[in-house]
């Protein structure tokens, strides 16, 4: 009897983790969000930081895990550790920023001083941080 339950226990672990594994390094890597072709939300860089600094719970709402569209003033263009472009947009609030991660791949020009991106909002620290950004022509 015993040897009966040791062995469905095994089975069960070893389905589970082919079924992790396959989550994993099979599906997130092909079924990731296409931000480029998803419906924004457009706001400008300065709204959405003083939307989350007015009322955070409300821009909670409005805002996080959806695409944004926003226009802004680049204050600094730099790379992350994996070597993803990152870009810092000016809001009114000295203090406060748009802070994006462009999704891999995506190259910046210099010469751009005013740009339009799509992100992913992932909610506010002293910035807004959006994700997997793309460049909108």
């Known amino acids: 009897m015993k040897s009966k339950i040791s062995l469905i226990i095994f089975v069960l672990a070893f389905a589970a983790a082919i079924g992790v594994w396959y989550y994993a390094f099979k599906y997130s890597v092909t079924n ?3 931000v480029a072709n998803e419906n924004a939300i457009i706001v400008s860089a300065s709204q959405i930081v003083k939307d989350f600094q007015t009322n955070e719970t409300k821009a909670n709402k409005t805002y996080l895990n959806k695409v944004i569209q926003l226009k802004g003033e680049v204050l600094k263009k730099d790379q992350d550790q994996a070597g993803n472009y990152t870009l810092t947009l000016k809001s ?3 203090f406060s920023s748009v802070f994006c991660t462009l999704k ?4 910046l020009s210099n010469k751009d001083s005013t740009i339009t991106i799509k992100g992913v909002c992932e909610g506010f620290l ?3 941080v959006l994700n997997d950004g793309v ?3």
């Open 32 to 34: 990731h969000r296409d």
């Open 92 to 94: 009114d609030d000295p």
């Open 104 to 107: 891999k791949g995506v190259k």
């Open 126 to 128: 002293s910035d807004v």
């Open 135 to 137: 460049i909108v022509k």
